[in-house]
């Protein structure tokens, strides 16, 4: 098993430097790797994703929360939103077949490919630097219902929190990116206690090569974007996602 687990090392420099050159979460690449080539089941895959990211996105939360980027009151806002959902999902992850979260993260996959294509992230820097909680209070039960699926399949909230903080909220792209992100390691670190809480057993083996990965990959990324064509690599992403998303549902019968 342990050099099954190595290539958790190699996948964690991949997708960290994809998901952070395109500006997601990785539970969307890491769970297909856990399912599909290392073979873990799906509860297993869950609550090794959610630590592995909960590594990765603590060293950004802490930059962004000593930059002062982060919207702290609307990210604890957020994340508190998240938390009856969360256990919601870990509890499902519990009760359904291996075959039906595996139906249920293909679907997800592909619509997450259907998301980044429709909506055009902008990156200019207009917009507020803070809102006031009160006018998020609308969204609440989007955000709830998007809870459920980050607990249930360690997938981020990311893809929604930052456009719906950008056109709804209308906060700068930085702080909507450092919000989401603070918001995101909460939610990490909410999953992985419920998870483990119900008797979940993470691949501690998996976890210790994938951190290295991911530190190295989270460097990388940044980097990318300099190099290569942005339409270019959101259109292999989104390619990538696809293929993934149908391979799982026909995974699942």
């Known amino acids: 098993m342990i050099s099954v687990a190595m ?47 909960t590594a990765g996105m603590g060293s950004g939360s802490l930059a962004f929360i000593r930059k002062g980027t982060a919207d702290l009151p609307l990210a604890g806002f957020f994340l508190g939103l998240t938390i009856p959902g969360l256990a919601l999902g870990a509890l499902f992850t519990r009760l359904l077949s291996s075959a039906n979260l595996e139906l249920a993260l293909g679907i997800l996959t592909i619509t997450t490919a259907f998301l980044f294509v429709s909506v055009n992230h902008k990156y200019a820097d207009t917009g507020m630097d803070r809102v006031p909680v009160k006018r998020a209070f609308r969204y609440s039960g989007i955000i709830a219902g998007l809870a459920v699926a980050s607990g249930m399949l360690s997938v981020s909230i990311g893809e929604w929190l930052v456009p719906l903080m950008r056109s709804q909220l209308k906060l700068r792209m930085r702080t909507a990116v450092a919000t989401s992100i603070v918001t995101i390691f909460g939610t990490c670190v909410a999953g992985a206690v419920f998870h483990l809480m119900f008797g979940a057993v ?38 990538l996602l696809t293929l993934i998303g149908i391979h799982l549902i026909y995974n699942s019968y």
């Open 7 to 53: 290539l958790a090392f190699p996948a964690g420099i991949i997708i960290a430097s994809v998901v952070s050159a395109v500006g997601i979460g990785g539970g969307i690449l890491w769970m297909p790797f856990f399912i599909l080539f290392l073979k873990l089941t799906p509860e297993t895959a869950v609550v090794t994703s959610l630590l592995v990211q």
């Open 202 to 239: 993470a691949n501690a083996s998996v976890f210790i090569w994938a951190v290295p990965g991911v530190i190295i990959g989270g460097q990388i990324g940044p980097r990318l974007t300099e190099k290569i064509n942005e339409r270019m690599l959101k259109d292999v992403f989104v390619f």
